[in-house]
């Protein structure tokens, strides 16, 4: 039986992009998957399953709310849902028989079953142990549970269920104004569902800038859905159709019920590894489960690591892509790294949520002097255009050397706009010299560089 550099257990963004750069890198590599297909939950049942939704309900939204405002006339489109189904799934199809692809391009086994490691150097698939010099652990993260609640995929859904109903539901309620809620929340709305999100917190997406989660939730409301926030779901009790959320107002008094068709519990996720032994080898955990590792991805156990959802960090694909390749290049003896303050975040919403580094307020609370650029897409003439102009630009950047340290923006292709400003923060950037870019009219960049020049003698166009 073969004997390899590295296996690496799990084919999400973090696994099969780690593949691919350890073979790049000369190293004899497996990947074990389990799943029929390639590309782990964000190809099969997350982001690229959730974007194709998010971008057919847009184009009805746009149909049914700006056609006409354009002189665009006749009868709106109605929905098909069993083809918009088809198209995603066609979507999916596309996206894992490409990473298929890609295997065989570099010569990567696919070791079809579910990994155990039995030993340092030894890989359990089936029946069969492969020997490897190193083990990669992408083995990714699952939705975390709710007391009282169980979860059908039916009528009591995950992430996952909700890319799969039968049918458009009348009701909807989502538990947890995370960025799974509000995007699939989002997602139902545009269909027709009556949307409730259920949070525990007073603020949408916890932890993002204040500003924009006040702007974000506004700017929801307005597209129809509602929010009962500061309630703490208590639990659901489901038939095989229906379903009844109970929540505890935080300000106290009685339990309140509220009717759904669909319950969506969007609280979280965790990491996964269970039936990979880890207990047995002895391999150390953090207290929220994550496989704990150094500042290369290493175990406490020589010879395997981890990467992605299962370690520690925000759960997001591009991170487990940057550990995936950064810890292929420490395998193969260079220098591997990632730069944890530059993770961009993006919310798939309309308006896109964006953000990068750090919040006024963390800096704030730290003691840090910051000043804040901000701007305005009604400024911007082709946010206009283009019927977009809710929503900002905010920069944040240390006074004394005007360097950014943060930047957050909600509004038209803010999930694109970002990366200029994570480019920046890579290179130490400050405002200035995003205000001395020149930028293209008429883009929505230009809404960047008018944040920048906020930062300075002033914006052009506010
Ligand atoms: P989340 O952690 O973003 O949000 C969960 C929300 O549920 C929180 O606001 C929390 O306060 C609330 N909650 C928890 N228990 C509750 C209760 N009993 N009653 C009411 N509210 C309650 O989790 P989410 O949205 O499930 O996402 C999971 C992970 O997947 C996150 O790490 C997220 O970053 C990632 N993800 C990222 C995407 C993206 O980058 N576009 C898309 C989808 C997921």
Redesign the pocket.
């Known amino acids: 039986m073969a004997s390899y550099d590295v296996i690496i257990i799990g084919s999400g963004p973090g696994g099969y992009v780690s593949a691919i750069r350890c073979a790049q890198l000369g190293l004899k590599t497996a990947i074990v998957e389990g799943r029929d297909t390639l590309g782990g939950t964000c190809l099969n049942v ?2 690229i399953p959730s974007k194709a939704l998010l971008h057919a309900t847009h184009m009805l939204h746009e149909a049914e709310h700006n056609f006409t405002k354009m002189g665009l006339k006749g009868k709106s489109p109605s929905v098909d849902w069993s083809q918009m189904k088809s198209y995603k799934d066609d979507v999916i199809g596309q996206n894992t028989v490409g990473v298929e692809f890609l295997m065989k391009k570099n010569k990567i086994d696919w070791i079809k079953g579910w990994a155990s490691i039995p030993a340092a150097g030894q890989v359990k698939v089936g029946d069969e142990i492969h020997q490897t010099k190193n083990i990669v652990i992408a083995s990714g993260s699952v939705p975390s549970s ?1 007391p009282g609640v169980e979860v059908d995929e039916k009528v009591v859904v995950t992430s996952t269920g909700a890319l799969d109903l039968l049918k458009v539901p009348k009701k909807m309620v989502v ?7 509000l ?1 699939l929340g989002s997602v139902y709305a545009r269909l027709g569902s009556e949307v409730t999100v ?4 007073d603020a949408v997406c ?1 932890g993002m800038d204040k500003d924009v989660q006040r702007t974000f939730k506004r700017i929801l409301e307005k597209q129809g859905l509602k929010f009962i926030m500061g ?3 208590q639990g659901v009790d489901a038939s095989k159709t229906k379903a009844k959320v109970r929540y505890q107002p935080k300000k106290g008094g009685d339990e309140v019920v509220i009717d759904a068709d669909v319950v969506l519990v ?4 965790k990491p996964y590894s269970d039936g990979l032994g880890l207990d047995a080898l002895g391999v150390t955990l953090t207290k929220r489960g994550q496989i704990a590792t150094d500042a290369k991805w290493a175990t406490n156990v020589p010879g395997i690591y981890a990467i992605g959802d299962v370690i520690e960090g ?3 694909a591009h991170k487990a892509e940057d550990e995936g390749m950064a810890v292929a290049e420490v395998i193969a003896g260079k220098h591997g790294h990632v730069n944890y303050g530059v993770i961009p ?4 919403t309309t308006p896109e949520v964006a953000t990068v580094g750090a919040t006024e307020d963390a800096l704030k609370a730290e003691g840090r002097k910051v000043k804040i650029g901000k701007f305005m897409f009604m400024g911007n003439g082709r946010a206009k255009a283009v019927h977009q102009g809710d929503g900002f630009v905010k920069l944040i950047v240390d006074v004394e050397s005007d360097r950014i340290l943060g930047c957050a923006i909600i509004g038209p292709g803010a999930g694109d706009l970002i990366h200029e400003i994570c480019v920046g923060m890579e290179f130490g950037a400050s405002a200035e010299d995003i205000a001395l870019t020149c930028h293209a009219h008429p883009t929505f960049s230009e809404a960047v560089r008018e944040a920048a020049l906020a930062c300075g003698d002033g914006a052009i166009h506010s």
């Not at 538990?175 to 809620?181: K, L, R, S, Y």
């Not at 969007?266 to 996720?269: D, L």
């Not at 975040?345 to 798939?348: A, D, E, S, T």
């Open positions: 997350g982001c709710l538990i947890g104004a995370g960025v799974i809620g995007e259920v949070e525990y917190l916890p309630a703490a779901v969007a609280t979280g996720r925000p759960m997001l975040g993006v919310v798939y």
